[in-house]
C-alpha cells in the first residue's frame, strides 16, 4: 500500500495492519514467544535460539520494537529486549475487537 494512501483508512485500521505486519514474519513470532518466558533478554541470547544470523535477528527485533510490542535498554555493550507489556495488551484488545466486531457469514460460499 503506498504511504499515500494509509491516510484514507481509520488509525484503528492502520493500528491492525502495521501489528499483523510486524507479526507477519514466523522469527518474530519465535523471538515474541522467547521472550515472553524471560523478564528480559540480551539479543545474543535470541541469536543462538533461532536458525538466523545476528543482523537477522536485530532486524526483526527493530519491526517489532517499531510497532511497540517489545522494548529494549542499552546495558553496556548489549541492548536487553523485554515485551512491552501495555503495548501486549493494547494490541490484544485491539485484535480481539476487530475480530469481535467482523463476523463472518456461514453462509458464504
Not at 1 to 18: D, H, W, Y
Not at 20 to 38: D, M, S, T, V, W
Request: proline share 3%.
Amino acid at each position: 500500500m503506498g504511504l499515500s494512501k494509509t491516510e484514507k483508512f481509520t488509525i484503528q485500521q492502520n493500528e491492525i495492519a502495521l501489528l499483523n505486519k510486524a507479526l507477519g514474519h514466523p522469527a518474530r513470532i519465535a523471538i515474541l514467544e522467547y521472550l515472553a518466558g524471560r523478564n528480559s533478554c540480551v539479543c545474543g541470547d535470541i541469536v543462538e535460539e533461532l536458525p538466523l544470523s545476528q543482523s537477522t535477528v536485530s532486524q526483526h527485533l527493530k519491526e517489532l520494537k517499531k510497532v511497540g510490542l517489545i522494548k529494549g535498554a542499552i546495558e553496556g555493550p548489549s541492548v536487553c529486549y523485554c515485551i512491552d507489556a501495555e503495548a501486549w495488551k493494547k494490541a490484544e484488545h485491539l485484535l480481539k475487537r476487530f475480530y469481535e466486531e467482523v463476523q463472518v457469514s456461514m453462509n458464504c460460499c
